[in-house]
């Protein structure tokens, strides 16, 4: 069989391992809908804003690379890809740190905003 | 991370990965960089502007009694269900080309799709008739480039989708070709739904933190606020 049919039915190791990530899909999706719920209702609770906002970035994070690691499969493809996207998402929270940092409101004359 | 009966079959290329699919996370790489930049930019003037905007009238609002959280909310669980589906729709065409199912799934995840526009549109409609508009306020324009960035995005989705809905009618939507066109598109998707689990967290849900929201804390009260 040549590569260009991989995804062939007539391979029973590859369609076992489509039901057992077919599995893996609808756990996480329950496991999603769970942790979008906690994150509703922890803003409605008396905690202080800092412990809000790093639980609230942990969900998110957990979130996050939930779906990138099974629902966009990067768990079972080849680690380059895994690393080739955090390399942008590495980009991404630099440029956010740097900007954040750069422009601290305390180190900025804000008579110049309303 | 690389174990699995998939790599059992790499792709003839020098680095075992199909080109469309390497070419695919490249994109999205980039644009985690675009969105990274946006979400910046959001976060930032929501920090050096924390007490919001001025309406038509002249009176300064608080951007959290704007946002309608029970919306957003259902915004989030329509995409995160979509993105469910899509996982479904690419797994039956990995199971051999199972087109019915793939029809059925991504059928799902489009209406999911449309919902979501619907629910965007009438947010932007909803915060307009508010006051709030991309030129009135610094909230306004970031708010509205970031998530109407999103939206496109949601939409160029949903055409891509639909148009591989009707190509799988032709019979060409087949074998290993037909199911990474379908992973691909997939990708495409989940990435718009993780963009979402971040605008939601740090556009939406960090507004409520505190009395008055995080950006407000430590801040002289302007005359004349209205709650």
Redesign the interface.
Known sequence: ?S?????????P???????R??HH??T??LW??VV?GI??VL??LPLS?GV??TT??V??AG??FA????????????????W??M???V???A??AA??AL?D?GR?D?KW?? | MSDSAAHAHEAPTSTGIDHKKLIMWLFLASDCMFFGTLISTHLLYRKLYPTGFTDAEGHQRFVQRLFDIELTSFSTFILLMSSFLMALAVSAMHKGGQLKSFRRNVLGVIIFGLIFLGCQVYEFTHFYHQGLTIQNSVFGSTFYVLTGTHGTHVAIGVLWLVLLYFYSFTGRLGGHMGALDVEVAGLYWHFVDIVWIIIFTAVYLVEYLGPDGIWGNGLPPVPGLTP
């Open positions: 069989m590569p260009a049919h991989a995804y062939e039915a007539a391979d190791a590859l369609l076992t391992e489509e039901v990530r077919y899909f609808i996480l999706a999603l809908a979008t994150e509703i803003i409605f804003a809000l906002l609230l970035a969900l998110s979130k996050f779906v990138i690691l099974w629902f966009m499969h990067l768990i079972y493809d080849k680690s380059l890809l895994f080739l996207f390399s942008g998402l980009l991404a929270f440029t956010f900007m954040i422009f409101v900025i804000t905003f309303g």
